[in-house]
C-alpha cells in the first residue's frame, strides 16, 4: 500500500484525500490536522448564518469516513510539532495543504492600535476557533469600519447588523452571540479604494445585505458614477454587471428610518487609523479616481470617518513551515504542479495543494481541480515513492513520541458536546469555544490515560524578517 500524510483537514486536504483513495485502490492516507476539528475553514471561516455553504461538511465527512482514510487530530507539524523530516520517515509521501494562515496588513500608521483589527480575527473569535482572540470587539463602539470589497468583508459587515434573533439559531459561541446582541453598532463602513466594477463580492453576497432587518444600506450616487463602467455596464463580465446594477437599485432609494445602516464607499484609500485617546477613533482616505488603466491614483482629498473598530479585509497569506521551502514574496512553497521545489528541483515524495500551493485564491470549489492536479502528480511518482520500505503504523510512532492524536471517534465526541451545549441554551448546536472545553469532549472518548494534551495557544510564528504583505493593488 502506498502511504501517504496530508497535512490539514480542510477543503484541499479532504479533496487531495479523496482523489487519492478514488483514483488508486492502493493508497491509505492518513489526514492530519493541528486543531482536533477537521474541515478547515467550513468550520472556522464561513459565515454562522451561511448555512448551505457550511452543510459542505457532510460531503467532507463522507471522505474522512472512508475505510482508507484516518483523521489525526491535535497533531502539529513543524518546528513545535512532528518535524516535516520525521513525516517523511513515516509516509512515503506527504502532501501539505496547510492553507493561508495569516492576514495581509495596510502598511498604514495606526494600524495597530487598539480596536483595529484584521478581519480573520474578528472571524475566528465569532466562529469559536479555539485560537481566537478573547477580545471586545464590539464593546463601547457605534461606528465601524470594514476596509475591503470581498465576500469576507461582506460577511463581517453582515454580522455587525446581524440581531439575536438570526444569530441565535446558528453554531455561533454564546460569548460572540452575547456580545453582538449587546452592541451599540450602528453606522458600518464597508469601503474600497477602487470602483463598484472592480469589487470582489459576489451578488448572492452583496444582495444579502439588503435582506437585513431594520438595516438600510447607503450607496453614494456620486460615487457610483465615477467608474468608468456605470454609465455603460454592458462591457462589463456578467457577474461584475449584476454587482452594480444591485448598487445602482440602492443608490436610487430614498433614506429609510432604521437602527443601522450600512454604507458601501468607493474609491477611498486609508492612509492612517487615527488616535483618540490610545484608541482608534477615526480612519483617514484619500479620495482616490481611475487613472484610465484599470487602477487608480490619488487625488490629494482626505476625509476621516469616524470609527472605534477597524476590520481590515484585505486577503490572507500564507506562512512558513519549518522543513519546507517558502516564496515569502508569494506567500506560498515553491512548486510544479503540486510537486515540492528545493533549490529549483524537485524533492521526492513532498508536495502541496490548496492556497499554500498557488496563493488565496478561489473559492471552497476552486481546491478540487487543484487538488487533482496534485495527486496526478503524487501518483505519477508513485512507483519510485514505493521503492522504500516505511517503519510501523504512523500512529504507534506517533504514539511513542507521546502524541495521543484525536482520532475519528475523539471529534465525535466534540460533536455530541456541541449539541448537548445547544440543548442546554435553547439553541441548536452550539460551537466550543477553547481549548480546554476540545480538550474534555475529544478526552471523553478516549481511556484517561490518553487524553490529548493540547497546547493552550496554538498561534504561528511568524519569521521577523518576513517582508511586508502589502496586497498588490494597495501598494
Known amino acids: 500500500m502506498l502511504r501517504v500524510a496530508v497535512v490539514g483537514s480542510g477543503p484541499s486536504g479532504c479533496y487531495t484525500a479523496q482523489s487519492l483513495v478514488q483514483e488508486d485502490p492502493g493508497v491509505c492516507v492518513d489526514v492530519l490536522d493541528r486543531l482536533p476539528c477537521p474541515y478547515g475553514l467550513v468550520r472556522y471561516g464561513v459565515a454562522p448564518d451561511h448555512e448551505k455553504i457550511k452543510s459542505l461538511q457532510n460531503n467532507l465527512r463522507t471522505v474522512l469516513e472512508h475505510e482508507r482514510v484516518r483523521f489525526l487530530g491535535g497533531v502539529r507539524v513543524g518546528a513545535d510539532g512532528i518535524p516535516a523530516e520525521r513525516l517523511r520517515e513515516l509516509y512515503h509521501a506527504v502532501v501539505y495543504c496547510v492553507g493561508a494562515a495569516t492576514d495581509r496588513h495596510l502598511g498604514i500608521p495606526g494600524e495597530d492600535l487598539p480596536g483595529s483589527w484584521s478581519a480573520t480575527e474578528f472571524v ?30 461582506v460577511d463581517v459587515a453582515r454580522m455587525l447588523a446581524r440581531g439575536v434573533a438570526e444569530l441565535s439559531p446558528t453554531d455561533m459561541p454564546q460569548a460572540a452571540l452575547t456580545a453582538l446582541a449587546d452592541s451599540r453598532v450602528a453606522d458600518i ?29 447607503v450607496v453614494d450616487p456620486a460615487e ?47 492612509v492612517e487609523v487615527l488616535d483618540d ?84 485564491t478561489g473559492v471552497i470549489g476552486t481546491n478540487r481541480p487543484c487538488a487533482k492536479e496534485t495527486v496526478t502528480s503524487l501518483l505519477e511518482d508513485a512507483p519510485a515513492l514505493l521503492g522504500r520500505e516505511l517503519p510501523e503504523d504512523p500512529l504507534t510512532a506517533l504514539r511513542a513520541q ?15 458536546a456541541e449539541a448537548e451545549l445547544g440543548a442546554t441554551l435553547g439553541r441548536g448546536v452550539v460551537k466550543l469555544p477553547d481549548w480546554a472545553s476540545l480538550r474534555a469532549a475529544a478526552g471523553s472518548a478516549l481511556p484517561p490515560d490518553l487524553v490529548p494534551d493540547f497546547p493552550p495557544n496554538l498561534k504561528p510564528d511568524l519569521p521577523p524578517d518576513l517582508p511586508p504583505a502589502l496586497p498588490r493593488d494597495l501598494r
Open 189 to 217: 463602513h464597508l469601503v474600497g479604494r477602487r470602483g463598484p466594477s472592480q469589487a470582489r463580492f459576489t451578488t448572492k453576497e452583496l444582495r444579502e445585505l439588503g435582506s437585513l432587518p431594520d438595516t438600510e444600506v
Open 277 to 360: 485617546d490610545g484608541h482608534v477613533g477615526a480612519v483617514r482616505f484619500e479620495r482616490t479616481e481611475p487613472d484610465g488603466q484599470g487602477g487608480v491614483t490619488g487625488t490629494g482629498r482626505y476625509e476621516d470617518i469616524e470609527a472605534q473598530l477597524v476590520l481590515r479585509s484585505v486577503g490572507y497569506r500564507g506562512v512558513p513551515l519549518a522543513g519546507l521551502p517558502f516564496d515569502a514574496e508569494r506567500g506560498t512553497v515553491p512548486n510544479l504542479a503540486g510537486r515540492v521545489l528545493r533549490a529549483g528541483a524537485v524533492a521526492p515524495g513532498e508536495y502541496v495543494a490548496g492556497w499554500i500551493k498557488r496563493g488565496p
Open 402 to 416: 507521546g502524541i495521543e492524536p484525536v482520532e475519528w471517534a475523539g471529534w465525535q465526541a466534540i460533536e455530541r
Open 124 to 153: 475566528s473569535w465569532y466562529s469559536a476557533h479555539p485560537d481566537a482572540a478573547d477580545a471586545a470587539f464590539v464593546a463601547d463602539a457605534r461606528s465601524a469600519v470594514v476596509v475591503g470589497m470581498g465576500n469576507v468583508a
Open 224 to 270: 457610483l458614477a465615477a467608474d468608468p463602467a456605470y454609465t455603460d455596464p454592458s462591457a462589463l463580465p456578467a457577474a461584475q454587471r449584476r454587482n452594480v446594477e444591485v448598487l445602482r437599485a440602492w443608490a436610487e432609494q430614498p433614506p429609510r428610518r432604521t437602527a443601522r445602516r450600512i454604507r458601501l464607499r468607493f474609491f477611498l484609500r486609508p
